[in-house]
Structure formats: structure tokens, C-alpha cells
């Protein structure tokens, strides 16, 4: 079974608005990642933040993450049609090394 | 450079039938992952190795299932009877210790 929970499970913004997506898990983790995915293809790891580290960016993301909430956030900033795909967060739970993923938010930016 | 590839990407076959599912990872890294996605989740771990062996394989849902890596690097993921509740598409990944994983574009599975 998966680990995670998303939401929204889908979020339709305008070109050039902020994105947000949420995501909670279950058990203690080592680290959390988010990946995208667009329709029919591999996914694209994003950012990794470790258990010790409350809030990390690249670009135009910002992830932060709460261990005593078991809960991570996913913010896109300035979005982009380009940006439209579904992105996941993924645990790596200690003494373990494979992702457990969660549902996933569809994202769509109108251009 | 050459990520990881995946053949074939799409199969059909009959229910009952065996398939194969080939992955090559990115050279170098020395753990593999497969996973598998059905329409609108996520994907579900089902097994991984380090190496040549099999480090965990508790996502393999039941015995028909079975994957090898003998040399360490291109991995098989095997499925014998093949049922209907099998069709999904089957993720390969790749990465060097516990880092991010790099995947591949998956194989689109159809059993009829």
C-alpha cells in the first residue's frame, strides 16, 4: 500500500499564479522527495529534503517539510503552462532505500 | 548521457501468457528498483537491488512475480500467468546508494 497522501488531488491555476501541494505520511522517514510526471512518461525527481532539514529551494520551488506533522509542502512560484503535469511525494523510510509514493496532485496552469 | 531505458515500452499479451520486461540502468549505479503504476496512483514499490542480489523484494505481490540481475547491471522482471489485474505500466529506476532515484519510461503493460 502507498504510504502518502496528496492534496489537493487536483489543482487547475492561471499562467503565472503559485502552486501549492500538500502531502502527509505515516512512519519515521530518512528523507522525502517530489517527482513530476507528465502524461504517459518516467518520472523527474525534483528535490530531495532530509529529515533533518525543515525547508529547501531550487528555482522556483520551495519544499518544506514538518516531522511532527509527518507533512511536506510543494510550492511552485510563477507557474508555467510547461509546469501542467502530476507530481507525487515519495518517503524513504529509515533502514529502508525504496520510495513509497504518494497519490498525487494533477496540476494544470492555464496558460 | 544515457538514462535508463526500458524495453519493450508497450506489451499486450493474453492472460495466462509469461512476459519479460527488460531494464537497463544508468551505468554505474549499483541499485535498481522496479515499481508499478495503475491509472491515477502512484507507484507501488516492488522490489530492489543492490548489486546482483535482491536487497528487498516485499513489494513483489505474489510468486508469479520474480526479477533477476545477474551481472548488476540490466535487470529482467519477470511475470508467469499473466492476469488481467497485472496490466499496469512497470517503472525501472536507478541510483547510486540512497539518492535520488533516476527512472526510466516505463513498460506499458496489457493483458487481455
Known amino acids: 500500500s502507498q504510504q502518502g497522501e496528496e492534496d489537493p488531488q487536483a489543482l487547475s491555476i492561471q499562467e503565472g499564479e503559485n502552486a501549492t501541494m500538500n502531502c502527509s505520511y505515516k512512519?519515521?522517514?530518512?528523507?522525502l522527495q517530489w517527482y513530476r510526471q507528465n502524461s504517459g512518461r518516467g518520472l523527474v525527481h525534483l528535490i530531495l529534503i532530509r529529515s533533518n532539514e525543515r525547508e529547501k529551494h531550487s528555482g522556483r520551488l520551495r519544499v518544506t517539510l514538518d516531522t511532527s506533522k509527518k507533512s511536506s509542502s510543494l510550492l511552485i512560484t510563477a507557474s508555467r503552462a510547461a509546469d501542467t503535469a502530476s507530481y507525487f511525494c515519495?518517503?524513504?523510510?529509515?533502514?529502508?532505500?525504496?520510495?513509497?509514493f504518494g497519490t498525487g496532485t494533477r496540476l494544470t496552469v492555464i496558460p | 548521457g544515457a538514462g535508463v531505458s526500458q524495453t519493450p515500452s508497450n506489451k499486450v499479451t493474453e492472460k495466462g501468457k509469461y512476459v519479460e520486461l527488460r531494464c537497463d540502468p544508468i551505468s554505474g549505479h549499483t541499485a535498481l528498483y522496479w515499481y508499478r503504476q495503475s491509472l491515477g496512483q502512484g507507484p507501488e514499490f516492488l522490489i530492489y537491488?543492490?548489486?546482483?542480489?535482491?536487497?528487498?523484494d516485499s513489494g513483489l505481490p505474489n510468486d508469479r512475480f520474480f526479477a533477476v540481475r545477474p551481472e548488476g547491471s540490466v535487470s529482467t522482471l519477470k511475470i508467469q500467468r499473466t492476469e488481467r489485474g497485472d496490466s499496469a505500466v512497470y517503472l525501472c529506476?536507478?541510483?547510486?546508494?540512497?539518492?535520488?532515484?533516476?527512472f526510466g519510461p516505463g513498460t506499458r503493460l496489457t493483458v487481455t
Open positions: 529506476a536507478s541510483s547510486l546508494m540512497t539518492a535520488e532515484q533516476y
Open positions: 537491488f543492490q548489486g546482483t542480489g535482491a536487497a528487498d
Open positions: 515519495a518517503t524513504v523510510s529509515r533502514g529502508a532505500n525504496n520510495l513509497f
Open positions: 512512519t519515521s522517514i530518512n528523507n
